[in-house]
C-alpha cells in the first residue's frame, strides 16, 4: 500500500492535481495560538508538503492549558519546535522546520501560504491567512496576490444547454420533436425540448421572452404547464423536471458577466490562465457563443433518446468546439487544461483582494447587516487597538471599559456606525484575551478550507473577512 | 473560563472523526465520568482526520487507543472506553440512565436512529453532528424538541455497513457502490474495503475470475466468448451476459492502459466500466438490476469527509451541550433549543444557527406515550402480558415489532400462533425490545419498551410523565386526510420554510445530517417513497 492510501478521502473532493499542488506546497505559520496550530493541523493531516514553524515565545502554564498540540510536559521548551514535533508525528509525510526568532524575513523564501495568528499582519506577496480569537470570537482574513479560479466547482451545476440559443442541428432536432402522441411517449419528452417549446410558445404569445424573475418562475412556468395540460399527474415527471429547471433554459450568458470582469495583464503570453481567456474572447466573437462543455445532466427520457441527445448531438459539437479552441491557443496550454477550462467556463471567477493595510486604514462600510458579527468586528479592531497602545489586553476594570469605550467610539465613527450595544462591550471586557480552543476548532476548520482553496485553486475563497461569533455559533462573511 | 463539570456524566458514541475532534476540545474539561463506545477497530484510510491514531495502531479498538492516547494529554478526564456496539448486549436502557448528556459522533444513520430513541424515551440530552466534504451540521435534541427522526426525508441518504458491500448486496444500489470501489481500488490506487490482490493485474481474465467467479456467490460467472463492445447503446431491452462481458473487458483495458484516474460520471468510459461491473455483480447476487441512467446517477453521488469540517461541527457540537450544561433556566433553553448550525451554507453566512420546525407529531420516536415494564421472559406468557396491557390502557390492541405486526386484536387467529409462548421465543433477553403500540379505535399510539428482569413473575407498567395525555394524543391518523400530491417546487418550499430554512437544502442538509463514511442518493423509486412522507400536511 502506498502512503498515498489514507488520503484516499479528500482526494475525491480536491481531485489528484489538488493533492498534488498540496503535496508540493511550503506553508509557513507565523505565531503557535491555539487557532494557527488548529489550522495548520487540517493541513498536515490532508498531508501538507512542508511547514516552517515560527515563534519567539516558549512554552507556559497557559499554552498548556488552551492548547491540545501542547503536552503537558514541555514546559519552558520553544513553543515552536513543541508544536512542530507534535503536527510531524501526526503524518510521517510531511516534513518542516522550526524557528524560535523574534523577527523573521518571510520575503528570504517563497511560500504557498503564510498563515499568522499573532496580531495584525501585513504581506502583499503571498498567500495569507490572517487569524485572531478572542474569548468566544474569531476573525479571519485572506489576501492573496492573484486569484483566477477556473476550477470554482458551485453548488448547483449549471449546464449550458443551449435552450436558449440552440446550435443548428440542435434546433433542428427540437423542432421536429411534435408533443402528440401516447402517454408513454409524452411522458418521456427530455425536459429540455420541453423547456424550448415552452420558450417558443411563450414568445408566440406574449412577444418576448420571460426575463424577470416572477416571469420566469410563474408566467413560464404556466406555459409549461399548458403543454402537460390532460395528462395524468403519475405521467408528467418529466414536465415537472422542466419546471424544476427552469433557470438553466436561461444559463446561456452567464460566462458573459465573468469574462467581461476579468482583466488581461501585460504579461498575457506567460501566464495559461490570460491565454485562455483571451482565446475566449476571440472564439465568442466568431461564433457567438462560448465553446461547448460536456457537462449533461441527467434527465427523465428513453435512453436511447438520451444517449443520441449526449453523444450525437451534444458531443459532435463539443468535440467541432473543441478544436477551434484549441486552435486558438496556439500551443501555449495543454489539452487537458484547456478541457477543465471549457467545462468551467460558466462559473470562471476572478477576485481582487483588498490588502491589509488598506482595511486597517479604512475599512469598507456594510450596510445591511443582520447579525452581530459586525459588531464583533469593531469591537476586534478596537481591542487591538487598546493592546497597541497599552501592550496588553483590556479587562473589567472601570479604567478599561471607560478607556475601550473612547476606542470604540472612535473606530465607530470610522465605519459610519452610530454606537455600539454597552451589553457588547461589556462582554469583551470578560475575555480578557482568553484563547478558547473551542473557538479556535471552529475557526482552524474554516481557516483550513480556505487554505485548501488557496493552495489548489479550486472553489472560491472568501473575500476577505470571516468573523465568527460564539455567543450564536454563527459565521458571516465581509469585504472590508 | 474554566470547564469544571465534577457532576457531570457523558456518554460519547463513536470515535472516528469527529469523535477525535471532540476530545481534543473537552482535553482541558473535567467531567464526573466520560465514557466513549466504538465497535470499530482502526484502518489505514482513518488516519488523514482520526489524529489520535497512528499507523502502528492498525486494526485495534478505536476507543481503546483514544482512551490511551488521552491519558496522557489530558489526565483529568476520567474517560471510560468500551469497545463494543451501542445496540448490543450490555448497553440497554439501564446502562444509558446514568448519564446527563449524550454525544453523538456517529457516522451512520441507523445507529443515531438508535440513540435517539433510547434517549428519548429516557429524557436524555443529545446532540449531534455530521460533515459531508466542506460541508456539515450540528444539532441538539431533547424530549418536546424535534427528534432526530423527525422529519425521515434526510433519510434519503444512507450509509452501508462495508460487510454487506463486501459480500452481501440485497439490492442494486450495493452492487453500484461496490463497483465503484472496483474502479478506484484497481484504477485510482486507492484503498478501499474490497481486497484487491491475489490476481495479475495485466491479465483481464485474470481480473474477472478474481471478482466475478466464485463459489461464495449465489451464481458465479465463466467467462464466455463475446466481442468487445466499446459503447452502451441497449435502451430497449437487457443485454446478454456476452454482451456484458463485452463491455466490461472492453472498458477495463482501456481504463487500465490510461493509468491513475480519477471516477468522472461524465466519462462515458468509466461509467461503461461502472454499468458492467454492476450488472453483472446484480447477476452474481440475482438482484434486479436498475437501468443505465439510474446506475450511472447513483455511481456519481458517493461523497465523504475530511478533518476540518469534522473539526467545526464538533465544536458546534460542543458549544450546544456547554450551553445545555451551564443554563440553569431550563424550562426557557428546551423552548429555544430547536435550532440546528449548519456550516458552509454557500451564502454570506458561514454558520448558520436557525430555529427548526417543532417536533413532527407523527413521528413515533419522540411523542410523549412511552410505556416502560420488566418482566422475566422465560415465566410470562404473551397472552398474559398483552391482557394486562389493554387492561392498562383500556383499549383494544394492536402491536408491532421491527415493522411486523406481532399481535392484532382485530385478528385472533394470528395471535393464535403466539398466545401461549413464552416472551423468551419471542424476544432477547438481554436487549432493549421496543413496540410500538396502537389502539384499534385510533385514539393513541404508544411506544412500549420491554425488558427482561429474571425472577419478576408479576407484570406491572410504568408509563413516563404521559400517562394522563395518553388518550388526549392527537390521533396522527387524521392528518392523512389532507393528504395531497405537492410539486416538487411546493416539497422544496416546504423543506425549505418548515424543516429546513435553507436554501439549497436538498444537497447539504440532508447527508450533513446523516453520514459522514459513504453517502448516498437513494434510488430514484424510493426518493419519490421518501418524498411522499413530507407531504403530509403538518398543522
Ligand atoms: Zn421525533
Redesign the interface.
Known sequence: ??S??????????W??HGQTKLQNARVLLLGCDPVGV?TL??LV???IGYVVIVDSKVVTESDI??N?FI??DTIGQSRAKVVLEYLL????DVKGEWHQVENFDVKEQHYDLIIANEQRFSETKFNLIELQTY?LVGRMRLYSPKCHIIETKP??QKYDLRIFNPFQELKEYFDSIEFEGDVDYLSHIPYIVILYKALQKYHKEKGKYPSTFSEKHKDFKQVILSLCEGLE?QYTGNF??A??NIDQAFNSENWKNSLESIEIEQDVNEDQYFVLISALRQFVQIHGAPPLG???P?MKC???T??HLK?TLYGTKVEKDFQAFQALCQNKVDDETIRLFIENIQDLKSITYRTIQQELQQPNEVEDYD?DCYIWYILLRSVNEFYNTNNRWPTQEKGDTQQLQEIVDKQCRLVNVDSIPETHVIEICRYEG?K????A??L???A??EA?KLITNQ?VP?NNT?I?N?L??????FEF | MNYNYPNIRILMVGVGGIGCEILKIVSKFTFQEFHIIDMDTIEVSNLNRQFLFRLEHRGQSKSLVAAETMKNMAPQLKIIAHFAAINSPGYTMDFFRQFDAVIMALDNAETRSYVNKVCQALGIFIVDAGSMGFKGQANAYYQGTVCYDCYPIATTQKQYPACTIRSQPSNCTHCVIWAKYLFTQLFSGEVGILEVEGFDKSQPNSVFNKFFKGEEMPNSIDIVEHELIKKYHFAERKETLEELQGMWFYAYDELNHLGQLQYDKDDDLHVLFIYASTALRCRNFKIEQYDYQQIKSISGNIIHAIASTNSIVAALEIQRLLSFIENHDKAKYYQDLNAASYVQTGKKERILTLKAAGPNPLCNSCFHNQIYSKVDFQVVKVVDLVNQLKNYLNSEINIVSLSRIIWDDEDEDDNSAIRDKKLNELFKLDLDNRLVIKSIEEKFLAVFWLQHLAGQAEIQFASTKISDKLLKFKNPLQHKKKERVRTQQEIKELKETEVMPIKNPEKFQTAAQKSTEILIDEEPIEQAEQNKKVELVID
Open positions: 500500500m502506498s498515498n492510501d489514507k488520503y484516499d478521502r479528500q482526494v475525491r473532493i481531485g489528484p488548529e493541523k487540517n493531516l490532508p498531508g492549558e488552551n491540545f503536552p503537558h508525528e501526526m503524518n510521517q474569548g453548488m448547483n399527474y415537472y423536471e419546471i424544476d460536456k457537462a449533461f441527467d428513453f435512453t436511447q438520451y444517449v453523444n447579525n482568553a478558547l480552543h473551542m473557538i476548532s471552529v482552524g476548520g474554516m483550513s478550507q485548501v472553489f472568501i470571516l465568527y460564539g450564536k455559533s454563527e459565521a458571516s462573511i
